[in-house]
């Protein structure tokens, strides 16, 4: 009986020894698992603040391309007035060099 319970000790001490090690490989797993989750929860807060940032720029950028796009309509129609501006300027000048030189003709006869 003495060797069965000396064997019966030695599987049991062996079985401790495992289960000992068991439990070192569990906590040296749950440091890592808990480092990962800390890492996991750092980077969705970095992407949530990004995506706001992202967002608010979105919005920015399109007022600003809107308020450039209505700079442009604002340019065009005043190159348009402009030249309409002065073309009119020229045929009202030649209409007035016109009628000078019939005012001369009609003074000097």
Do not use: C, F, Y
Not at 85 to 107: F, P, R, Y
């Amino acid at each position: 009986m003495s060797g069965t319970g000396a064997a019966l000790q030695g599987h049991h001490a062996a079985l401790r020894e495992g289960l000992s090690e068991l439990r070192a490989r569990r906590d040296e797993l749950s440091g890592r698992i808990r480092a990962e989750e800390a890492e996991r929860d750092r980077l969705q807060a970095r992407i949530a603040t990004l995506s706001r940032r992202l967002s608010d720029t979105s919005e920015n950028l399109a007022g600003l391309r809107s308020t450039r796009a209505h700079i442009d309509r604002t340019i065009a129609e005043m190159d348009i007035a402009s030249g309409q501006i002065l073309d009119n300027s020229q045929t009202l000048l030649d209409v007035l060099k016109k009628e000078m030189g019939d005012l001369g003709k009609a003074i000097d006869p």
